[in-house]
Each structure stands twice: as C-alpha cells, then as structure tokens.
C-alpha cells in the first residue's frame, strides 16, 4: 500500500507561481517513478510532467515545457512541481502519481486555480 499526499495548490493570479509538493509513504520501495496529472473541469485528466526514479530523464506536456519544472528530493520519497508564469488553461485538479513496476498510486489532488 502506497499513500501520497499532494500540498501547495491555490489561488494565484495569471503570472504567478506555486510549488506542488507530493510525499508518498509506505510500500514505496519499488518506485519506478513519480509524476503529476491534472483535470480541469469538464475535460478528462491529462499527463503534465514525470521524472524516473534514477533522477535520468524527465517529461513535460507541451503545454508547460519552460514554465513547470519537476523534481525529486533523493533523500524522500518526494516529487515537486514548480508552476511559473500561471495562465488561466493551467486551472485544474492536480494529482501526484506514483508508478511501480506493475500499479499505479494516486493522491487525492490538490486544486490550482489561475485568476485573470
């Protein structure tokens, strides 16, 4: 059993940034890696950013290559998304994921809303 806890969501107005913070417990010796999907209403959850365990690579949505940045503190089980320059389309539910070999792990979400 894998838990994981999302922070760092708000309100924030167009421009602005917010760290997301995603700390996972428990079984979490298989990692294989962790990452963040979010969902806006009305629209199906959508991939946003991953990073491996081995810290080798990571991958971003279009949509938010040069504004997000994910990373992973090495001494925790903890992954991390930097939000800069917020537009109104980054509005959403964000979710942490953590993926093992076989399943997959998912947070609660935490809400990002982006005001104009």
């Known amino acids: 059993q894998v838990q994981l806890a999302e922070s760092g969501g708000g309100l924030v107005q167009a421009g602005g940034s917010l760290r997301l913070s995603c700390a996972a417990s428990?079984?979490?010796?298989?990692?294989?890696?962790m990452g963040w999907f979010r969902q806006a209403p009305g629209k199906e959850r959508e991939f946003v950013a991953a990073?491996?365990?081995?810290?080798?690579?990571?991958s971003y949505a279009h949509s938010v290559k040069g504004r997000f940045t994910i990373s992973r503190d090495y001494s925790k089980t903890t992954v991390y998304l930097q939000m800069n320059s917020l537009n109104a389309e980054d509005t959403a539910v964000y979710y942490c994921r953590l993926r093992t070999g076989e399943d997959d792990y998912w947070g609660q979400g935490t809400q990002v809303t982006v005001s104009s």
């Open positions: 428990g079984r979490t010796f298989r990692t294989y890696g």
């Open positions: 990073i491996d365990w081995s810290g080798r690579s990571t």
